[in-house]
Nanobody, 126 residues
């Protein structure tokens, strides 16, 4: 069992930056791929970014590529999402997710992640 707790959300003006963190419990954190998803008002939850168990591979949605950076510190059992150049379209609840890093699982699918945090709110004003 893996428990995930997000932090770092808040309100920021367009063009600003936020750094989200996801703290994970459990002995097997280093064996899990980690992902970030978000859900904006009135929309379905969508993929944002993911990182492999080793941290050697990262994946991003087209909407955040070149603006967001995902990273992990296995020694701290924590995954981060650095968000730069934020715009109002980034306003959403951001969720951290963890899944076993099987090669046949697709990184941008919700079904590839078995464990989810409660989410942290991000609001970007223009």
């Amino acid at each position: 069992q893996v428990q995930l707790v997000e932090s770092g959300g808040g309100s920021v003006q367009a063009g600003g930056s936020l750094r989200l963190a996801c703290a994970a419990s459990g002995r097997t954190f280093s064996g899990y791929r980690m992902g970030w998803f978000r859900q904006a008002p009135g929309k379905e939850r969508e993929f944002v970014a993911a990182i492999s168990a080793s941290g050697g591979r990262t994946y991003y949605s087209d909407s955040v590529k070149d603006r967001f950076t995902i990273s992990r510190d296995n020694a701290k059992n924590t995954v981060y999402l650095q968000m730069n150049s934020l715009n109002p379209e980034d306003t959403a609840v951001y969720y951290c997710a963890a899944g076993r890093d099987y090669t046949w699982e697709i990184y941008n699918r919700r079904g590839s992640y078995a464990f989810w945090g409660q989410g942290t709110h991000v609001t970007v004003s223009s």
